[in-house]
């Protein structure tokens, strides 16, 4: 317990948001303080229903808050920058070294194509892409479409509907309650996208790393 009482948890998150919202470029329309917020309540809830509690529990919403962190500083490869800014800063809230490690390798183990290996890292993987079996999908997609724009990896919404034709059908869900609560929502919207592709004339090839995650 007394580590529970000597990590200060909420000092770690007050500065990592703050941190988002001042630092994250506004070009970063769905890599944002939004999206960061949205993992750290689907972990909650996740992590609820899987079992999690005390110190794990702690563990999961910390690596949550931190997981993007990167995006501040770089394009590709944002999960080892935000173990970086991971392991620079909690330290001075108390947190061990074992922990920033298994924080790190949360965060690691989001990287596309997902690589979860325990449960906590489990939960945070489908967390990170829960809207993909929500109803807001269309909605949160349109701001990584934005994004990617952005950023010129792709110009056009046919170009997105083939990279999210190719990224839903590859995409599988980690824990038990996602793969009942968001896999047959994800499944409509992979039919739809497939839909609007068929309209659009059919597919193309962009074999490139995926943006998402």
Not at 83 to 97: D, M
Not at 112 to 129: G, N, Y
Request: aromatic residues 8%.
């Amino acid at each position: 317990m007394l580590a529970l009482r000597y990590m200060d948890h909420r000092a770690a998150k007050a500065f990592i948001l703050a941190k988002l919202k001042a630092e994250l470029p506004p070009t970063r329309t769905y890599h944002s303080l939004e999206h960061t917020l949205d993992v750290y309540a689907s972990v909650i809830d996740i992590g609820e229903r899987e079992g999690v509690v005390g110190l794990d529990m702690i563990l999961l919403t910390t690596a949550a808050l931190f997981h993007d962190a990167g995006f501040i500083h770089v394009d590709l490869e944002h999960e080892a920058e935000s173990c970086r800014i991971t392991r620079e800063h909690l330290p001075q809230w108390g947190f061990s070294a074992d922990q920033v490690a298994r924080i790190c390798d949360m965060i690691m183990a989001t990287r596309i194509p997902q690589a979860p290996h325990d449960k906590l890292s489990r939960i945070l993987c489908d967390a990170d892409l829960d809207y993909l079996g929500r109803g807001d999908f269309f909605s949160i997609g349109h701001t990584l479409f934005e994004e990617l724009r952005a950023y010129k990896v792709l110009t056009t919404e046919h170009e997105w509907n083939v990279i999210q034709d190719r990224f839903l059908s590859r995409h599988h869900y980690h824990t038990g309650t996602n793969r009942a609560l968001r896999e047959p929502r994800k499944q409509q919207h992979l039919a739809e996208v497939r839909r609007m592709l068929a309209a659009e004339g059919g597919t193309g090839s962009h074999e490139r790393r995926s943006p998402v995650g």
